[in-house]
């Protein structure tokens, strides 16, 4: 009887464990089913470095037709590249991927003019776009080439000392040439002291940073231009007065700023918020860490921007324009309107308490919808430069900026992150406090402990 009880009994077990063996490898493959139809990641990096920017959403979220993206590869590298295709698979049901191994199938890698491999290509309907790297700037740039069929160009006046696009040096504008490029966007300069009229083909005129003063017949032609529904941002250094650089107070172009709502003062703004410490800045480069409503700005809550040798500007309304700030200067900063003073003159009684405003955004409303003109004035040109670009959110605000004056609101985001690095700053005393926590409390507390644990073993 207690056999047959036993028996029973390791049947029973028996049963258990093979059920309680098929339950678990039914959850395995449920789980794996519905992580293979439902591919979902989770980025905790806190800049967000491994998820798709709000440019990319905005893009390919809202594309109305098909798009295919080619990769172009060995097949036994077709892995690598799967991860961030899925992200962009992931993000519209009108978006294909196709892989293709340019050994067997040369024709079509011939006939799309690929010679590297890793190479993506984005085609929308009729149109091909090849990406300029393997990366989400470049996969995205590529979508945006497809959908802009328009031709745009940027035009950087010259002639009176501004910052030259082809420039690769400290002043110069080489790498937000860059940045437009990326964006689709074409760039030239335009000398309006030979001829006094912006080109037809100019979709965005940029002033930045003139050091000489514009002469009336060149001011007219910026003037008509926007007037007539042009675009233009203008970048406005304060008039300083030193020893080895002079820059010119440029009344006519003012007084034009004037007139559609933006005065320019003459002074220079001073940020005295510890924060510029911290990242390596002097009290000459006011940071901005909050920003107003407009859509150039809107998504930069959360990082800083930077403009060295910055002015303040006074937003007021016309008859002709709506005129909005974009940012201003911390509640630490003032402004210093002794602009030839060799020396940064804190306390001098003077100065008038910030927040000031460095930039703003307006629309020239010349009666007809069609013909709005906009315009961006920053008090500063030197954070458009290589020297600054870099700087936390510039390149960011600058890009934006052109966007949104090319009516091109839907580009306007957030642009991919690089790498975060952050790292761990400590003073001498609390290095050595970390020194003698690990190399002696540490080890001295495990030696007591053990020691306990010894002594209690063996009274028991």
């Known amino acids: 009887m207690a056999n047959q009880w036993n028996k029973a009994r390791q049947t029973r077990y028996a049963l258990y464990a093979v059920f309680y063996v098929l339950v678990v490898i039914a959850a395995a493959v449920i789980v794996n089913v519905l992580a293979n139809r439902y591919d979902k990641t989770w980025d905790s990096t806190s800049n967000k470095r491994y998820s798709l920017s709000e440019e990319t959403h905005k893009i390919v979220g809202g594309l109305k037709q098909e798009a295919t993206i080619l990769y172009f590869n060995q097949s036994t590298r077709f892995a690598q590249a799967r991860d961030l295709l899925d992200e962009y698979k992931n993000l519209s049901p009108r978006v294909r991927i196709r892989y293709v191994d340019p050994d067997k199938d040369p024709t079509l890698t011939r006939a799309d003019g690929v010679q590297n491999m890793g190479t993506a290509i984005v085609q929308i309907g009729d149109r091909k776009a090849t990406a300029t790297a393997f ?80 002469p009336q017949t060149e001011v007219d032609a910026i003037q008509k231009y926007v007037q007539g529904g042009g675009r233009a941002m203008f970048l406005l250094d304060p008039p300083l007065k030193g020893r080895v650089t002079n820059i010119a107070a440029n009344d006519a172009l003012d007084s034009m700023l004037s007139g559609w709502g933006i005065t320019l ?71 210093d309107t002794n602009l030839a003073a060799t020396e940064v003159r804190v306390n001098d009684p003077s100065n008038r308490k910030g927040p000031q405003t460095l930039g703003a955004a307006g629309t020239y409303n010349a009666g007809k919808a069609s013909a709005q003109g906009r315009f961006v004035v920053i008090g500063s040109s030197t954070w458009l430069t290589n020297s600054f670009l870099n700087f936390n959110g510039n390149a960011d605000l600058a890009v934006n900026a052109i966007n949104w004056l090319a009516s091109d609101e839907d580009l306007i985001s957030i642009h991919p992150k690089p790498p975060d690095n952050r790292p761990v700053t400590m003073t001498k005393a609390q290095m050595g406090l970390v020194r003698i926590t690990s190399q002696f409390i540490l080890p001295l507390i495990m030696i007591v402990l053990g020691t306990l644990v010894w002594w209690r073993r063996r009274r028991s």
């Open 135 to 214: 990366s989400e700037e470049g996969i995205t740039g590529a979508f945006i080439r497809d959908i802009k069929t328009n031709t745009r160009t940027v035009c950087f006046v010259t002639g009176s000392g501004e910052h030259q696009i082809d420039a690769s040096g400290r002043d110069g504008l080489s790498e937000f040439k860059t940045d437009l490029a990326k964006e689709s966007y074409q760039t030239q300069s335009i000398d309006l002291l030979s001829k006094a009229q912006v080109p037809a083909d100019c979709t965005v005129a940029v002033v930045a940073g003139p050091q000489h003063d514009y």
């Open 265 to 335: 003062q003459k002074d220079l703004v001073l940020d005295l918020n510890p924060i510029g410490q911290l990242t390596g800045t002097g009290p000459e480069v006011p940071l901005v860490t909050s920003y107003d409503s407009q859509p150039i700005v809107n998504d930069l809550r959360g990082n800083a921007t930077g403009f060295p040798l910055s002015r303040s500007l006074d937003v007021h309304g016309t008859p002709h324009t709506t005129v909005q700030a974009l940012f201003s200067s911390s509640s630490s900063s003032l402004a």
